[in-house]
């Protein structure tokens, strides 16, 4: 069965050469979901066409029978240009498109946020908060979505002044007191985080610790590789 | 499909295919052709192939191939010791002294972070890098990766991985290219150029 793509609006994410002239191409696509493509011939002159690079919007035309399709068309519309800790932080969002998105899967939702959070980047906006509303919307649009109202072992709505531990796959369960434990919360934390309110340090801090938690069961054993370019570098 | 001849010739046109740009039927052309009209060259390349694979490293201070200790620029002494060009190739490097005008020394980092596909800092050395501007006598640092979007996170990379040794670190101008008319320049190229504008002083 042949499968095509006409004219879709798409994300390059990645894309990394392949023989001589042409490159394998990562899309995030609005109706298509994450689309591997080749593009033959791509990089003839030893440069890859302008359009083909990551944050790249383009409008991809593509067929094929397997799951690499042919890019038979790419018209190049305009590119985020990300620079310093934006530029890390628009790699970590294409890394955890390709790890989580399926192919096949439409997202329209998912490709308003990322192209939301490019925007953001670009813009130089506070990049924590950038991310971690990126992420919501990502575990949401992939069917993992955290529940930030309720309590999943009572059914009661969170409240700020109790606690929660967060468990993968389940949710917030309310706990008596506030443990030594990374995943518990506050229910104000909470609420915060739902509203996507990180103006405070300490939302954001534990909007880290519970995302990080949120995403790692669907990340598997493999790390992902683009964390390690925030290093710290002081001696 | 490339027809069978005998296993010496096989190997021979299989081991041509290595080389980039090089398919099936150039090999094949390339084989039959050294052994009809060329073997005392045929001689000199495998000897040539032999010596290089065997003794041709890595130098000691820029990690520029080189089959002696330290490398031709490395060795150098009317070099300008102050200045380091940071590059993703060997090739980089050839590209950057046939241009002239510069007289500084070189790093090659031979590849480039591209954490998708699993090569992260680690996978670069880039602690050899740290290393040598650690080791003292660099005032500033040259950040000629390409203008890719892994270029860049290289660049970016090393500047805060060196933010701290005191020195500048510069990072090489890119956007529209000499002889470059706008209209024909993608968005992204543009948008570098513009935000790398410089001064343009007028006389009088
Ligand atoms: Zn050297």
């Not at chain 1, 998105?101 to 192209?115: I, Q, R, S």
């Not at chain 2, 065997?54 to 330290?70: A, H, I, L």
């Amino acid at each position: 069965m042949t499968r095509r793509i006409v004219n879709e609006l798409a994300y390059v994410l990645h894309q990394r050469p392949y023989r001589e002239t042409s490159a394998l191409v990562e899309l995030l696509t609005v109706e298509h979901g994450c689309v591997s493509v080749v593009g033959r011939g791509v990089r003839a002159g030893r440069r890859t066409a302008p359009g083909l690079h990551p944050f790249g919007r383009i409008l991809v035309t593509c067929s094929g029978k397997s799951a690499l399709l042919t890019l038979t068309h790419a018209e190049s519309l305009d590119r985020h240009v990300l620079q310093g800790r934006a530029l890390f932080s628009g790699l970590y969002l294409n890394e955890l498109i390709l790890r989580l998105v399926k192919h096949d899967d439409g997202h329209p939702a998912l490709f308003v946020a990322y192209e939301e959070a490019l925007a953001a980047l670009a813009a130089g906006e506070e990049i924590e908060s950038v991310l971690r509303r990126f992420e919501k919307a990502l575990l949401r649009e992939c069917g993992y979505g955290i529940d930030f109202e309720f309590d999943a072992e009572t059914g009661r709505s969170i409240e700020p002044l109790r606690c929660y531990r967060f468990q993968p796959d389940v949710g917030f369960v309310g706990v008596a007191e506030r443990a030594d434990d990374r995943s518990v919360f506050s229910g104000a934390t909470l609420l915060a985080i739902r509203d996507d309110g990180y103006h405070d340090a300490d939302v954001r801090r534990a909007a880290k610790r519970l995302l990080r938690r949120a995403l790692a069961p669907h990340l598997g054993d493999r790390p992902l590789n683009t964390r390690s370019l925030f290093g710290d570098h002081r001696r | 499909m490339t027809v069978r001849i005998s296993p010496l010739i096989d190997r021979l046109i299989d081991a041509f295919r290595i080389l980039p740009g090089v398919g099936p039927k150039s090999a094949q052309r390339m084989a039959l052709y050294i052994l009809r009209h060329n073997r005392a060259g045929g001689r000199t390349l495998a000897d040539a192939l032999i010596d290089a694979m065997e003794r041709v490293d890595y130098c000691r201070r820029c990690r520029n191939f080189c089959e002696t200790e330290f490398c031709n620029i490395c060795a150098d002494e009317r070099r300008d010791d102050s200045l380091l060009c940071v590059v993703e190739s060997a090739a980089d490097i050839l590209a950057v002294e046939q241009a002239g005008g510069y007289r500084g020394r070189y790093f090659v980092l031979h590849g480039r972070l591209s954490p998708i596909d699993g090569l992260g800092p680690d996978a670069l050395g880039l602690d050899r890098l740290d290393a040598l501007v650690g080791a003292g006598g660099v005032g500033e640092v040259i950040l000629a990766t390409n203008t890719t979007v892994e270029g860049e996170a290289t660049a970016h990379y090393i500047a805060e991985m060196l933010r701290d040794r005191g020195l500048a670190i510069s990072r090489i101008a890119h956007g529209v290219p000499m002889g470059g008319e706008l209209e024909y320049v993608d968005g992204g190229t543009i948008a570098h150029a513009l935000r790398g504008r410089r001064n343009l002083a007028v006389d009088g």
